[in-house]
């Protein structure tokens, strides 16, 4: 099964719109995706048809209300494998499901004299909770390297493992687009005795996820990456370790009694989801995960694989030397994220060039400072790719970038 | 539809491939000051030399950013060296002005959008169009609020 790209863009509202003159050219997928028109009817048919708070009427709305965000729970528990949907907290995001595990897990695991080891490539939402509680006890952070390609370095894991207490790490960058051995790292955490902490946020959307298999103890993604909206996240956590962590925020729903006194919590997936939760926004990342499902990951991978190489030769072919571009040069072991240097440009001055063009990429530190400092740069401009990019939209970027070229040729 | 050819404007190309007062100076005499654009990862160093008269002597300028924040910023250095510290603050109100159409927009100060009719920007006029481009105004910027912090720990010193 391959992607039909032309297909899958017409599902894809936004993509019908003009940016300064010119059909957009959406290639910021890793920043947020596009949400498809399944995704949107979904959650407008919510609050058209059945919208009423969840869990706790007995009439007719509230009840589908709850059977529709329950539902979407399933289907996201079985778009990653997921063993049982009360392994699926809902949060905001994939920083919020991060937030989650240090400041519950964290702060009851984690003592003066632990260490945590994080890796090179790791966004900021997965470096500054870490430091947070690293600055209230005595935690030690570790770090491991990548070479020039932008893939970590393993070589020296049984080191930094050694007295771990938690390994974090990202399953695919968000600048690089390396894709990190999961398992192996999972598998050498878990030999010296430490939680394992997958940030999965680019992997969920763009590479067909198993969590069982990745090995992972936690894994943290987010909605509105996958073609889901904003506002909705996703932690999955293995039961024995969600059952014994403390709760997160405390308030209703997340509560089985209340007393003066005390209170004790609600069972899971709901001992962390205080308050009204994101309904709307639930039922339209299930729309998204039905959405992925019927194209097929395989599919979406697969396709992306194609686009990638298929960027990185024309990229290269068109603009040579002004033009390098980070991370692993083999598209098998990356994503569809293109992070590059244009000649002397600034990045910023790039995508503004860019936008022009009705190209839309991303420039900046893409909230991993750290990782720019091993690169030795500010910022990059980066480029990346989702189900409805297709080979025309990689020619815009090249002939946009032309467009720069001459700008600023020096 | 604002064009490209509004925000890049030759001179400030120009002051983008041939920064005036690029370098660093003695600390002290001269007071260094440090900015930056968490947005981007853009930095700028500022560094003046200020003497008894409260005139800037010397004014270099350091860090990296993109065309708009090192053209302002070596549009700022060539426009504040020589004049007094109350006088390049004057600039510094004319230029944010200039700037500030849609500062309050973006929840920063309201300015009045008025360009101060006394204080003459010269070749800074020429990032007038920067305006047209909100995201922007904050690489603009950058540089005129690291002078204004430095200025501020200069005339604070004993």
């Known amino acids: 099964m391959t992607l039909d790209t032309a297909t899958v863009k017409a599902d894809f509202p936004l993509l019908e719109r003009e940016v300064n003159g010119h059909q957009i050219v959406y290639l910021d997928s890793a920043a947020t995706s596009q949400k498809p028109r399944v995704v949107l009817d979904a959650m407008n048919e919510y609050y058209e048809t059945i919208n009423a708070n969840v869990h706790r009427g007995a009439y007719t709305i509230a009840d589908l209300a709850t059977r529709r965000m329950e539902a979407a729970r399933q289907k996201v528990a079985t778009f990653v494998g997921a063993p049982s949907a009360a392994e699926v907290i809902f949060t905001r995001n994939a920083t919020e499901a991060i937030n989650l595990v240090s400041q519950t897990w964290g702060r009851a695991n984690l003592h003066d004299g632990d260490v945590v080891v994080l890796t090179e490539l790791e966004h900021h939402a997965n470096i500054v909770p870490w430091q947070i509680l690293a600055s209230e006890r005595d935690i030690e952070l570790r770090w491991i390297p990548i070479d020039d390609q932008g893939r970590l370095v393993l070589d020296d894991i049984d080191r930094l493992f050694d007295g771990a207490s938690l390994v974090a790490f990202s399953a695919m960058s968000n600048v690089l687009g ?172 790039v995508s503004q060039v860019l936008d022009q063009h009705g190209v839309c990429v991303r420039a900046g530190h893409h909230c991993a400072k750290p990782l720019m400092q091993v690169l030795g740069v500010n910022a990059t401009s980066r480029a990346s790719l989702y189900v409805y990019n297709d080979e025309s939209d990689i020619d815009a970027l090249s002939t946009a970038l032309d467009g720069a070229a001459d700008m600023f040729a020096f | 539809m604002p064009g490209l050819e509004d925000l890049y404007r030759e001179i400030i190309l120009d002051h983008y491939r041939s920064p005036r007062n690029r370098g660093e100076l003695e600390t002290p005499p001269a007071h260094r000051s440090e900015g930056f654009n968490p947005l981007c990862g853009d930095e700028v160093v500022v560094y003046v030399d200020v003497d008894d008269e409260r005139v800037i002597n010397d004014v270099r300028i350091g860090g990296q950013g993109c065309s708009i924040s090192q053209s302002s910023a070596s549009m700022m250095s060539a426009a504040i060296k020589g004049k007094t510290v109350e006088e390049a603050r004057e600039i510094t109100r004319a230029f944010k002005a200039m700037m500030s159409i849609h500062e309050h927009e973006l929840g920063g100060e309201v300015g009045s959008g008025e360009i101060d009719g006394e204080i003459a920007l010269g070749d800074l006029e020429a990032l007038r169009g920067v305006v047209k481009f909100p995201v922007r105004i904050k690489c603009a910027t950058l540089s005129w609020n690291t002078l204004t912090q430095g200025l501020d720990e200069v005339t604070a010193e004993p």
Not at chain 1, 198 to 203: G, I, P, T, Y
Not at chain 1, 205 to 225: M, S
Not at chain 1, 242 to 248: N, S, T, V
Not at chain 1, 274 to 295: H, K, N, V
């Open chain 1, 178 to 349: 390396t894709i990190t051995p999961v398992r192996a790292i999972a598998d050498a955490a878990h030999d010296a005795d430490a939680i394992v902490l997958v940030d999965a946020s680019q992997l969920v959307p763009h590479v067909p996820t198993d969590v069982e298999a990745l090995g992972a103890d936690f894994v943290a993604f987010t909605g509105h990456k996958m073609c889901g909206p904003t506002g909705i996240g996703v932690l999955w956590g293995r039961r024995e370790l969600l059952e014994a962590m403390p709760p997160f925020m405390g308030g209703g729903e997340m509560i089985l009694q209340v007393t003066k006194e005390g209170f004790t919590t609600n069972e899971l997936p709901w001992k962390f989801e205080a308050g009204t939760p994101a309904i709307a926004e639930t039922i339209g990342l299930g729309a998204a995960a039905d959405c992925l499902t019927s194209l097929g990951m395989d599919a979406v991978r697969e396709h992306e694989v194609s686009l990638t190489a298929y960027a990185l030769r024309t990229l290269a072919e068109n603009h040579g030397d002004k033009l390098r571009i980070f991370g692993p040069s083999e598209p098998a072991s990356r994503g569809g994220v293109l992070s590059f240097e244009f000649a002397d440009v600034h990045p910023h001055d």
